[in-house]
Protein backbone atom coordinates (compact mmCIF):
# COMPACT_ATOMS: atom_id res chain seq x y z
CA UNK A 1 0.00 0.00 0.00
CA UNK A 2 2.49 2.47 0.67
CA UNK A 3 4.32 1.65 -2.49
CA UNK A 4 1.57 2.59 -4.05
CA UNK A 5 0.73 6.06 -2.57
CA UNK A 6 4.54 6.59 -3.06
CA UNK A 7 4.22 5.62 -7.23
CA UNK A 8 1.27 8.20 -7.11
CA UNK A 9 3.05 11.03 -5.43
CA UNK A 10 6.19 10.74 -7.96
CA UNK A 11 3.85 10.66 -10.74
CA UNK A 12 1.90 13.68 -9.76
CA UNK A 13 5.81 15.17 -9.07
CA UNK A 14 7.09 13.92 -12.78
CA UNK A 15 3.04 15.60 -14.04
CA UNK A 16 4.20 19.01 -12.47
CA UNK A 17 7.72 19.36 -13.27
CA UNK A 18 7.06 18.68 -16.73
CA UNK A 19 4.04 21.21 -17.02
CA UNK A 20 6.37 24.05 -15.90
CA UNK A 21 8.97 22.95 -18.02
CA UNK A 22 6.47 23.15 -20.72
CA UNK A 23 5.41 26.94 -20.03
CA UNK A 24 8.01 28.69 -21.47
CA UNK A 25 7.94 27.25 -24.36
CA UNK A 26 4.36 27.34 -25.13
CA UNK A 27 5.15 31.26 -24.56
CA UNK A 28 7.49 31.54 -26.45
CA UNK A 29 5.93 30.03 -29.52
CA UNK A 30 2.88 32.14 -28.44
CA UNK A 31 4.94 35.29 -28.90
CA UNK A 32 6.94 34.66 -31.63
CA UNK A 33 8.34 38.74 -31.80
CA UNK A 34 9.94 40.13 -28.50
CA UNK A 35 8.80 43.68 -27.25
CA UNK A 36 11.09 46.41 -27.92
CA UNK A 37 12.37 47.83 -24.85
CA UNK A 38 13.70 51.20 -23.46
CA UNK A 39 17.22 50.13 -24.45
CA UNK A 40 16.77 49.37 -27.99
CA UNK A 41 18.82 50.67 -30.59
CA UNK A 42 15.46 51.99 -31.52
CA UNK A 43 14.36 53.77 -29.24
CA UNK A 44 17.96 55.42 -28.57
CA UNK A 45 17.66 57.03 -32.60
CA UNK A 46 14.92 59.07 -32.10
CA UNK A 47 15.72 60.00 -28.52
CA UNK A 48 19.22 60.77 -30.01
CA UNK A 49 20.59 63.85 -31.64
CA UNK A 50 20.09 63.01 -34.83
CA UNK A 51 16.33 64.66 -34.45
CA UNK A 52 16.07 65.34 -38.73
CA UNK A 53 16.28 61.78 -39.65
CA UNK A 54 14.24 60.52 -36.64
CA UNK A 55 11.85 62.65 -37.98
CA UNK A 56 11.95 61.33 -41.21
CA UNK A 57 11.83 58.19 -40.27
CA UNK A 58 8.64 59.16 -38.79
CA UNK A 59 6.79 61.01 -41.88
CA UNK A 60 8.29 57.88 -43.97
CA UNK A 61 6.13 55.46 -41.40
CA UNK A 62 8.63 53.07 -41.01
CA UNK A 63 8.79 52.73 -37.51
CA UNK A 64 6.77 49.56 -37.82
CA UNK A 65 8.85 48.05 -40.49
CA UNK A 66 12.09 49.25 -37.59
CA UNK A 67 10.07 47.04 -35.07
CA UNK A 68 10.18 43.87 -36.95
CA UNK A 69 13.74 44.16 -38.19
CA UNK A 70 14.96 44.83 -34.97
CA UNK A 71 13.57 41.93 -33.08
CA UNK A 72 14.63 39.21 -35.95
CA UNK A 73 18.36 40.83 -36.34
CA UNK A 74 20.76 43.45 -35.44
CA UNK A 75 20.79 46.03 -37.15
CA UNK A 76 23.46 48.91 -37.83
CA UNK A 77 22.30 53.09 -38.68
CA UNK A 78 24.31 55.12 -40.90
CA UNK A 79 22.72 58.42 -39.71
CA UNK A 80 23.23 61.83 -41.15
CA UNK A 81 24.34 64.65 -39.05
CA UNK A 82 21.53 67.17 -38.82
CA UNK A 83 23.06 70.06 -40.93
CA UNK A 84 23.23 67.55 -43.96
CA UNK A 85 19.33 67.52 -43.70
CA UNK A 86 18.58 70.86 -43.21
CA UNK A 87 21.17 73.03 -45.14
CA UNK A 88 23.06 71.26 -47.29
CA UNK A 89 20.62 69.18 -49.08
CA UNK A 90 19.16 70.48 -52.12
CA UNK A 91 15.85 72.38 -51.66
CA UNK A 92 14.37 70.99 -54.77
CA UNK A 93 15.34 67.34 -53.72
CA UNK A 94 13.92 68.08 -50.01
CA UNK A 95 10.45 69.12 -51.50
CA UNK A 96 10.62 66.19 -53.75
CA UNK A 97 11.37 63.63 -50.51
CA UNK A 98 8.36 65.49 -48.67
CA UNK A 99 5.69 65.37 -50.96
CA UNK A 100 3.19 62.48 -50.26
CA UNK A 101 3.16 60.66 -53.57
CA UNK A 102 7.14 60.12 -52.88
CA UNK A 103 6.38 58.34 -50.02
CA UNK A 104 7.99 55.46 -51.16
CA UNK A 105 11.30 56.83 -52.48
CA UNK A 106 11.67 58.23 -48.84
CA UNK A 107 11.35 55.37 -47.38
CA UNK A 108 14.15 53.64 -49.97
CA UNK A 109 16.61 56.62 -48.97
CA UNK A 110 16.35 56.01 -44.88
CA UNK A 111 16.26 52.63 -45.32
CA UNK A 112 19.69 52.48 -47.68
CA UNK A 113 21.27 54.01 -44.52
CA UNK A 114 20.52 50.93 -42.37
CA UNK A 115 22.51 47.70 -42.84
CA UNK A 116 20.45 44.01 -40.91
CA UNK A 117 24.00 43.02 -39.05
CA UNK A 118 25.58 44.61 -36.78
CA UNK A 119 28.92 46.59 -37.61
CA UNK A 120 31.05 48.36 -35.20
CA UNK A 121 34.02 50.18 -35.21
CA UNK A 122 36.45 47.53 -35.62
CA UNK A 123 34.62 45.86 -38.69
CA UNK A 124 36.06 48.12 -40.56
CA UNK A 125 38.69 46.23 -43.51
CA UNK A 126 42.35 47.79 -42.55
CA UNK A 127 43.63 50.57 -44.47
CA UNK A 128 45.50 49.87 -47.75
CA UNK A 129 49.22 50.00 -48.22
CA UNK A 130 50.06 53.32 -50.84
CA UNK A 131 51.75 50.45 -53.23
CA UNK A 132 48.86 48.09 -53.46
CA UNK A 133 46.86 47.96 -56.88
CA UNK A 134 43.46 48.61 -57.90
CA UNK A 135 42.73 45.15 -57.39
CA UNK A 136 44.38 44.67 -53.76
CA UNK A 137 42.27 48.07 -52.52
CA UNK A 138 38.56 47.11 -54.02
CA UNK A 139 39.53 43.23 -51.99
CA UNK A 140 39.93 45.75 -49.12
CA UNK A 141 36.63 47.00 -49.94
CA UNK A 142 33.71 45.55 -47.66
CA UNK A 143 30.14 45.61 -49.40
CA UNK A 144 27.26 44.83 -47.34
CA UNK A 145 23.71 44.62 -48.52
CA UNK A 146 21.01 47.50 -47.00
CA UNK A 147 17.56 46.83 -45.51
CA UNK A 148 16.11 48.58 -49.02
CA UNK A 149 14.44 45.67 -51.43
CA UNK A 150 14.64 48.24 -54.08
CA UNK A 151 18.37 49.55 -54.40
CA UNK A 152 18.29 47.08 -57.46
CA UNK A 153 21.62 45.20 -55.97
CA UNK A 154 23.08 48.14 -54.81
CA UNK A 155 25.14 47.51 -51.89
CA UNK A 156 26.89 50.11 -49.08
CA UNK A 157 30.76 50.18 -49.09
CA UNK A 158 33.16 50.34 -46.13
CA UNK A 159 36.46 51.70 -46.84
CA UNK A 160 39.33 53.40 -45.24
CA UNK A 161 40.79 56.27 -46.61
CA UNK A 162 44.34 56.79 -46.74
CA UNK A 163 44.17 59.24 -43.88
CA UNK A 164 42.75 56.58 -41.66
CA UNK A 165 38.84 58.26 -41.68
CA UNK A 166 36.45 55.33 -42.02
CA UNK A 167 33.86 56.08 -44.83
CA UNK A 168 30.62 55.10 -45.96
CA UNK A 169 30.18 54.05 -49.85
CA UNK A 170 30.88 58.66 -50.38
CA UNK A 171 30.57 60.10 -46.88
CA UNK A 172 32.85 60.15 -43.98
CA UNK A 173 32.46 58.65 -41.21
CA UNK A 174 32.28 61.73 -38.24
CA UNK A 175 31.47 59.53 -35.36
CA UNK A 176 32.08 55.62 -34.96
CA UNK A 177 29.74 54.00 -32.89
CA UNK A 178 28.38 56.70 -31.23
CA UNK A 179 25.02 54.97 -29.84
CA UNK A 180 25.58 51.05 -28.72
CA UNK A 181 23.26 49.03 -27.70
CA UNK A 182 22.20 45.38 -27.59
CA UNK A 183 20.03 44.95 -30.70
CA UNK A 184 22.06 47.59 -32.87
CA UNK A 185 24.77 50.13 -33.43
CA UNK A 186 24.46 53.96 -34.49
CA UNK A 187 27.19 55.72 -36.69
CA UNK A 188 27.69 59.38 -37.36
CA UNK A 189 28.02 59.98 -41.36
CA UNK A 190 29.07 63.65 -42.95
CA UNK A 191 26.61 63.28 -45.63
CA UNK A 192 23.20 61.86 -46.81
CA UNK A 193 23.44 58.65 -48.74
CA UNK A 194 21.47 58.70 -52.10
CA UNK A 195 20.59 55.24 -53.82
CA UNK A 196 20.75 55.34 -57.36
CA UNK A 197 16.58 54.26 -57.96
CA UNK A 198 15.69 57.45 -55.91
CA UNK A 199 17.52 59.56 -57.59
CA UNK A 200 16.35 58.06 -60.94
CA UNK A 201 12.97 58.40 -59.55
CA UNK A 202 13.88 62.48 -59.00
CA UNK A 203 14.95 63.08 -62.31
CA UNK A 204 12.10 61.52 -63.52
CA UNK A 205 9.41 63.55 -61.95
CA UNK A 206 12.16 66.73 -62.29
CA UNK A 207 11.96 65.91 -66.12
CA UNK A 208 8.23 65.38 -66.27
CA UNK A 209 7.24 68.55 -64.60
CA UNK A 210 9.86 70.58 -67.13
CA UNK A 211 8.15 69.02 -69.87
CA UNK A 212 5.16 70.68 -71.80
CA UNK A 213 1.88 69.08 -72.20
CA UNK A 214 1.75 69.65 -75.84
CA UNK A 215 3.96 68.09 -77.79
CA UNK A 216 5.90 70.67 -80.10
CA UNK A 217 4.94 69.23 -83.42
CA UNK A 218 2.91 71.05 -86.28
CA UNK A 219 -0.89 70.93 -86.73
CA UNK A 220 -2.09 68.95 -89.52
CA UNK A 221 -2.36 71.03 -92.64
CA UNK A 222 -6.04 70.59 -94.86
CA UNK A 223 -6.67 71.36 -98.19
CA UNK A 224 -8.66 73.51 -98.89
CA UNK A 225 -10.08 71.93 -102.29
CA UNK A 226 -10.04 68.88 -101.50
CA UNK A 227 -10.72 68.94 -97.39
CA UNK A 228 -8.25 66.50 -96.93
CA UNK A 229 -5.19 66.14 -95.18
CA UNK A 230 -1.99 67.28 -96.42
CA UNK A 231 0.26 65.15 -97.35
CA UNK A 232 4.13 65.79 -95.95
CA UNK A 233 6.29 68.05 -98.55
CA UNK A 234 9.32 65.59 -99.90
CA UNK A 235 12.91 67.20 -99.03
CA UNK A 236 13.56 70.26 -101.50
CA UNK A 237 17.30 70.45 -102.66
CA UNK A 238 19.35 73.44 -102.35
CA UNK A 239 18.59 75.87 -105.14
CA UNK A 240 15.81 73.97 -106.78
CA UNK A 241 12.64 76.03 -107.77
CA UNK A 242 10.02 77.22 -105.29
CA UNK A 243 7.60 74.76 -104.69
CA UNK A 244 4.32 77.37 -104.53
CA UNK A 245 3.60 80.37 -107.18
CA UNK A 246 5.08 83.27 -105.75
CA UNK A 247 1.09 84.64 -105.59
CA UNK A 248 0.11 81.56 -103.01
CA UNK A 249 3.65 82.19 -100.84
CA UNK A 250 2.67 85.73 -100.23
CA UNK A 251 -1.03 85.67 -100.15
CA UNK A 252 -2.51 83.01 -98.59
CA UNK A 253 -6.73 82.53 -98.64
CA UNK A 254 -8.61 83.45 -96.33
CA UNK A 255 -8.75 79.13 -95.10
CA UNK A 256 -5.72 79.90 -93.72
CA UNK A 257 -6.18 83.42 -91.71
CA UNK A 258 -6.16 82.54 -87.82
CA UNK A 259 -9.44 82.63 -86.25
CA UNK A 260 -9.44 85.67 -83.50
CA UNK A 261 -8.83 85.59 -79.96
CA UNK A 262 -11.44 85.59 -77.42
CA UNK A 263 -11.58 88.62 -75.99
CA UNK A 264 -11.23 88.97 -71.74
CA UNK A 265 -13.98 86.78 -70.82
CA UNK A 266 -15.81 86.92 -73.93
CA UNK A 267 -19.30 84.42 -74.05
CA UNK A 268 -17.51 80.99 -72.90
CA UNK A 269 -16.77 82.52 -69.23
CA UNK A 270 -12.96 81.90 -68.82
CA UNK A 271 -13.12 83.71 -65.60
CA UNK A 272 -15.78 82.31 -62.83
CA UNK A 273 -16.95 85.63 -61.50
CA UNK A 274 -19.53 83.69 -58.83
CA UNK A 275 -16.46 81.81 -57.17
CA UNK A 276 -14.76 85.13 -56.90
CA UNK A 277 -17.20 86.87 -55.28
CA UNK A 278 -18.39 84.24 -52.64
CA UNK A 279 -14.39 83.85 -52.05
CA UNK A 280 -14.29 88.03 -51.37
CA UNK A 281 -17.30 87.25 -49.02
CA UNK A 282 -16.07 84.43 -47.34
CA UNK A 283 -12.97 86.42 -46.74
CA UNK A 284 -15.09 89.79 -45.50
CA UNK A 285 -17.07 87.62 -42.76
CA UNK A 286 -13.60 85.72 -41.44
CA UNK A 287 -12.02 88.86 -41.66
CA UNK A 288 -14.54 90.27 -38.85
CA UNK A 289 -16.24 93.86 -38.55
CA UNK A 290 -18.03 93.39 -42.03
CA UNK A 291 -20.77 91.75 -41.50
CA UNK A 292 -23.21 93.83 -42.03
CA UNK A 293 -21.47 94.47 -45.41
CA UNK A 294 -21.70 91.12 -46.39
CA UNK A 295 -25.27 90.78 -45.99
CA UNK A 296 -26.87 93.90 -47.85
CA UNK A 297 -24.30 92.05 -50.82
CA UNK A 298 -25.79 88.29 -50.39
CA UNK A 299 -29.26 89.06 -48.44
CA UNK A 300 -31.00 92.55 -48.97
CA UNK A 301 -30.09 92.57 -52.88
CA UNK A 302 -28.94 90.86 -55.57
CA UNK A 303 -25.57 92.37 -55.91
CA UNK A 304 -23.63 89.47 -55.51
CA UNK A 305 -24.46 87.35 -58.36
CA UNK A 306 -24.42 90.73 -60.86
CA UNK A 307 -20.86 91.12 -59.63
CA UNK A 308 -20.41 87.72 -60.76
CA UNK A 309 -21.59 88.12 -63.98
CA UNK A 310 -19.34 91.55 -64.18
CA UNK A 311 -16.38 89.43 -63.33
CA UNK A 312 -17.36 86.58 -65.59
CA UNK A 313 -17.38 88.89 -68.21
CA UNK A 314 -13.52 90.28 -67.72
CA UNK A 315 -14.40 93.45 -65.50
CA UNK A 316 -12.79 94.47 -62.40
CA UNK A 317 -13.64 96.01 -59.70
CA UNK A 318 -12.56 97.62 -56.22
CA UNK A 319 -15.15 97.85 -53.57
CA UNK A 320 -15.08 100.38 -50.49
CA UNK A 321 -16.17 98.30 -48.17
CA UNK A 322 -17.66 99.88 -44.91
CA UNK A 323 -16.79 98.74 -41.42
CA UNK A 324 -19.94 97.47 -39.08
CA UNK A 325 -19.65 100.53 -37.17
CA UNK A 326 -20.14 103.03 -39.95
CA UNK A 327 -23.21 100.63 -41.12
CA UNK A 328 -24.43 100.96 -37.97
CA UNK A 329 -25.28 104.76 -38.23
CA UNK A 330 -27.58 104.47 -40.91
CA UNK A 331 -30.73 105.42 -40.49
CA UNK A 332 -34.35 103.46 -41.48
CA UNK A 333 -35.27 106.60 -43.67
CA UNK A 334 -32.03 106.12 -45.19
CA UNK A 335 -32.34 102.42 -45.94
CA UNK A 336 -36.56 102.02 -46.26
CA UNK A 337 -36.69 103.55 -49.49
CA UNK A 338 -37.21 101.17 -52.52
CA UNK A 339 -33.69 100.98 -54.03
CA UNK A 340 -31.86 102.47 -51.50
CA UNK A 341 -29.38 99.85 -50.45
CA UNK A 342 -28.83 99.01 -54.16
CA UNK A 343 -27.79 103.13 -54.77
CA UNK A 344 -25.71 103.35 -51.68
CA UNK A 345 -23.56 99.99 -52.77
CA UNK A 346 -23.14 100.95 -56.51
CA UNK A 347 -21.57 104.33 -54.96
CA UNK A 348 -18.68 102.28 -53.03
CA UNK A 349 -17.80 99.97 -56.21
CA UNK A 350 -15.42 101.46 -58.63
CA UNK A 351 -15.14 99.96 -61.82
CA UNK A 352 -11.39 99.59 -61.95
CA UNK A 353 -8.81 97.36 -60.05
CA UNK A 354 -7.35 99.61 -57.33
CA UNK A 355 -5.04 98.72 -54.32
CA UNK A 356 -4.26 100.72 -51.36
CA UNK A 357 -0.73 101.59 -52.85
CA UNK A 358 -1.91 102.47 -55.98
CA UNK A 359 -4.78 105.20 -55.08
CA UNK A 360 -2.07 106.29 -52.30
CA UNK A 361 0.50 106.90 -55.07
CA UNK A 362 -2.56 108.82 -57.11
CA UNK A 363 -3.40 110.98 -54.53
CA UNK A 364 0.29 111.52 -53.68
CA UNK A 365 0.62 112.70 -57.09
CA UNK A 366 -2.19 114.17 -58.42
CA UNK A 367 -3.59 115.64 -55.19
CA UNK A 368 -7.29 114.34 -55.52
CA UNK A 369 -8.63 111.91 -57.68
CA UNK A 370 -12.05 111.51 -59.00
CA UNK A 371 -12.93 107.99 -59.41
CA UNK A 372 -16.14 106.46 -61.78
CA UNK A 373 -18.36 104.69 -59.85
CA UNK A 374 -21.00 102.69 -60.60
CA UNK A 375 -23.73 104.93 -59.73
CA UNK A 376 -23.29 107.12 -62.73
CA UNK A 377 -22.82 109.60 -63.36
CA UNK A 378 -21.49 110.23 -59.72
CA UNK A 379 -18.13 109.93 -58.67
CA UNK A 380 -16.11 109.19 -55.59
CA UNK A 381 -13.39 111.88 -55.17
CA UNK A 382 -10.02 110.59 -53.51
CA UNK A 383 -7.44 112.62 -51.36
CA UNK A 384 -4.13 112.28 -48.98
CA UNK A 385 -5.01 113.51 -45.43
CA UNK A 386 -3.13 111.88 -42.72
CA UNK A 387 -0.79 109.44 -44.66
CA UNK A 388 -4.08 107.85 -46.06
CA UNK A 389 -6.23 108.01 -48.22
CA UNK A 390 -9.47 109.78 -47.55
CA UNK A 391 -12.62 109.08 -49.42
CA UNK A 392 -15.70 112.20 -49.81
CA UNK A 393 -15.82 115.19 -48.49
CA UNK A 394 -17.18 117.16 -45.49
CA UNK A 395 -18.80 115.40 -42.84
CA UNK A 396 -19.33 112.29 -45.19
CA UNK A 397 -16.09 111.41 -46.00
CA UNK A 398 -14.60 107.97 -44.97
CA UNK A 399 -10.95 106.90 -44.24
CA UNK A 400 -9.50 103.84 -45.66
CA UNK A 401 -9.38 101.77 -42.82
CA UNK A 402 -8.55 98.19 -43.62
CA UNK A 403 -6.16 98.57 -46.87
CA UNK A 404 -6.01 95.26 -48.96
CA UNK A 405 -8.81 93.02 -47.44
CA UNK A 406 -8.99 91.01 -50.41
CA UNK A 407 -7.29 91.53 -53.72
CA UNK A 408 -7.13 88.53 -55.99
CA UNK A 409 -6.53 90.56 -59.47
CA UNK A 410 -10.06 90.86 -60.67
CA UNK A 411 -11.71 91.95 -57.10
CA UNK A 412 -10.18 94.52 -54.88
CA UNK A 413 -11.84 95.11 -51.33
CA UNK A 414 -10.38 98.29 -48.90
CA UNK A 415 -11.86 99.12 -46.01
CA UNK A 416 -13.49 102.40 -45.04
CA UNK A 417 -14.68 103.41 -41.74
CA UNK A 418 -17.57 105.45 -43.04
CA UNK A 419 -20.87 105.25 -45.68
CA UNK A 420 -20.08 107.67 -48.53
CA UNK A 421 -23.18 109.39 -50.29
CA UNK A 422 -22.89 111.22 -53.81
CA UNK A 423 -23.20 115.10 -53.27
CA UNK A 424 -26.91 115.86 -53.34
CA UNK A 425 -28.50 116.96 -56.72
CA UNK A 426 -28.46 120.92 -56.09
CA UNK A 427 -31.02 121.79 -59.17
CA UNK A 428 -31.29 125.88 -58.80
CA UNK A 429 -34.85 127.06 -59.88
CA UNK A 430 -33.73 129.24 -63.33
CA UNK A 431 -33.36 132.72 -63.00
CA UNK A 432 -35.90 134.50 -63.80
CA UNK A 433 -34.62 136.21 -67.31
CA UNK A 434 -33.39 140.25 -66.44
CA UNK A 435 -35.71 142.43 -67.87
CA UNK A 436 -34.32 144.20 -70.48
CA UNK A 437 -34.49 148.04 -70.35
CA UNK A 438 -36.12 149.59 -74.08
CA UNK A 439 -34.61 152.92 -73.99
CA UNK A 440 -36.60 155.13 -76.42
CA UNK A 441 -34.64 156.53 -79.53
CA UNK A 442 -34.52 159.87 -79.94
CA UNK A 443 -36.24 161.36 -82.41
CA UNK A 444 -34.83 163.70 -84.73
CA UNK A 445 -37.25 167.09 -85.53
CA UNK A 446 -39.25 166.54 -82.19
CA UNK A 447 -39.09 170.67 -81.12
CA UNK A 448 -39.76 171.35 -84.96
CA UNK A 449 -42.89 169.46 -84.72
CA UNK A 450 -43.96 170.58 -81.43
CA UNK A 451 -43.59 174.33 -82.85
CA UNK A 452 -45.42 173.48 -86.35
CA UNK A 453 -48.34 171.92 -84.24
CA UNK A 454 -48.80 175.04 -81.96
CA UNK A 455 -48.51 177.42 -84.73
CA UNK A 456 -51.28 175.56 -86.79
CA UNK A 457 -53.32 175.75 -83.25
CA UNK A 458 -52.61 179.51 -83.50
CA UNK A 459 -53.88 180.07 -87.24
CA UNK A 460 -56.66 178.34 -87.01
CA UNK A 461 -58.06 180.11 -83.81
CA UNK A 462 -57.27 183.23 -85.82
CA UNK A 463 -59.90 182.72 -88.59
Excluded at 78 to 105: I, T
Excluded at 111 to 128: C, D, Q
Excluded at 310 to 321: I, K, N, P, Q, R
Aim: proline share 8%.
Amino acid sequence: MDSQIYGVVLFLTFLAVSSTSAMPENSSTANPTAQINSNSVLVALLDSHYTELSELVEKALLLQTLEQAVTRHNITIFAPRNEALERDLDPEFKLFLLEPRNLKSLQNLLLFHMIPSRIESNHWPAPPLEAASAAVKKKKSVFHASLCRDANGERIQLIVQKNGDKAVSTARVIKSDDIVRPDGVIHGIERLLIPKSVQQDFNARRSLAATSAVIPEGAPEVDPRTHRLKKPAPPVSVGALPVLPIYDAMSPGPSLAPAPAPGPGGPHHHFDGESQVKDFIQTLLHYGGYNEMADILVNLTSLASEMGRLVSEGYVLTVLAPNDEAMAKLTTDQLSEPGAPERIMYYHMIPEYQTEESMYNSVRRFGKVKYDTLRLPYKVVAEEADGSVKFGQGEGSAYLFDPDIYTDGRISVQGIDGVLFPPEETTAAPKPAPSAKIASKPRRGKLLEMACTMLGAVGSSCH
